[in-house]
Nanobody, 122 residues
């Protein structure tokens, strides 16, 4: 397993932007698919986006397609989630996770961060 640490969450007005970061202190996750998930109060955790080990393949949930961009910087051992045109329904705790296969199922991800809160006000 890989220890993951998210940062970059906060409070933003609707229409605003945030960039989340996910780092793996002391470890490399260059061979892993990295995913972002989110969980809103009273709801199940849902897939947001994923990126393969080389950064050449990305997949997004329909709800964020065209607004969010996932990327990775292997030199910095960091994965990013750029979130634009934020909506109140994007409010959730956002988690990054790592898996050895290219999957959108949370069950396949073995390493998780502690989460970072994103709150979008209307």
């Amino acid at each position: 397993q890989v220890q993951l640490v998210e940062s970059g969450g906060g409070l933003v007005q609707a229409g605003g932007s945030l960039r989340l970061s996910c780092a793996a202190p002391g470890r490399t996750f260059s061979t892993y698919t990295m995913g972002w998930f989110r969980q809103a109060p009273g709801k199940e955790r849902e897939f947001v986006a994923r990126i393969n080990w080389s950064g050449t393949l990305t997949t997004y949930a329909d709800s964020v397609k065209g607004r969010f961009t996932i990327s990775r910087d292997s030199a910095k051992n960091t994965v990013y989630l750029q979130m634009n045109s934020l909506k109140p329904e994007d409010t959730a705790v956002y988690y990054c996770a790592a898996t050895e296969i290219y999957s959108g199922s949370s069950a396949t991800y073995k390493s998780w961060g502690q989460g970072t809160q994103v709150t979008v006000s209307s």
